[in-house]
């Protein structure tokens, strides 16, 4: 098992957000937290990364327990995170956000700045452009090639389709295609069911901080009940 969660719980301030979670993530697989804005799935992100930190609860990477590990320890290990804020630098360029990312991770692997760019030729195209001058799903592209420039075994992607036009929905969803078959696993948080369905294994439902549903994508589909009721707007 990559990556194991069993009863996290994580608060912030007196408001207990997420509440006694448990999900597994297989290697090579796509997994999605699905679930309305505000149920749970970005502070389950966090907590893994280890920017929000639970209060109880275990999460195991590669067998190891990483819940008290800070995040730079974790992206060590072999965690990246893309927010959904996306967090590039926007007075440096295309190119100089990807090799930064590099060099702060200091991770050898199948990932480079020359084959993010094949990955995402848009970027190729802006590696001189300041990430303040670029598009919004430009953005969202360079804040995955900047994850996948520290050679992850995971990452974890908070609503990488929101907010997104339909044909660069489609070039993400190839490019996710792409970075699994070059052995990295994901986790992903958003709440576009078809999105999920495009490119995902496995998802979990979450409401109110907690699980409430488990499945293959198809099954979680097909469930016209448990769409309804935790994931229709």
């Not at 970027?123 to 001189?128: I, N, V």
């Not at 360079?142 to 520290?150: C, D, E, F, I």
């Amino acid at each position: 098992m990559l990556l194991e969660l069993n009863q996290v719980n994580t608060f912030y301030g007196t408001s207990h957000v997420l509440q006694d979670v448990s999900l597994q993530v297989e290697g090579a697989e796509v997994v999605a937290l699905l679930g309305r804005n505000g149920v749970g799935k970005t502070t389950s992100l966090r907590s893994i990364m280890g920017l929000t930190p639970p209060a109880s609860g275990s999460i195991r990477f590669h067998e190891e327990e990483i819940a008290p590990l800070p995040p730079y320890a974790k992206a060590k290990l072999g965690l990246a995170y893309m927010p959904d804020d996306l967090r590039i630098f926007p007075d440096l360029t295309c190119e100089e956000n990807l090799e930064i990312a590099a060099r702060l991770a200091r991770r050898q692997g199948y990932w480079n700045k020359q084959r993010v760019m094949e990955l995402f030729p848009v970027l190729e195209e802006r590696r001189r452009q300041k990430g303040l001058n670029m598009s919004g799903g430009e953005k969202k592209m360079l804040s995955l090639g900047r994850a996948l420039m520290s050679n992850p075994s995971l990452v974890l992607l908070d609503e990488p389709s929101e907010g997104l036009a339909p044909l660069i929905v489609k070039a993400l969803v190839e490019a996710i295609n792409t970075i699994r078959e070059h052995g990295v696993t994901i986790l992903l948080a958003d709440q576009n069911l078809k999105f999920c369905r495009r490119v995902c294994d496995r998802g979990y439902i979450i409401e109110k901080g907690r699980i409430m549903h488990s499945g293959n994508m198809e099954e979680i589909w097909a469930d016209e009940a448990v769409v309804k009721k935790y994931l229709a707007l």
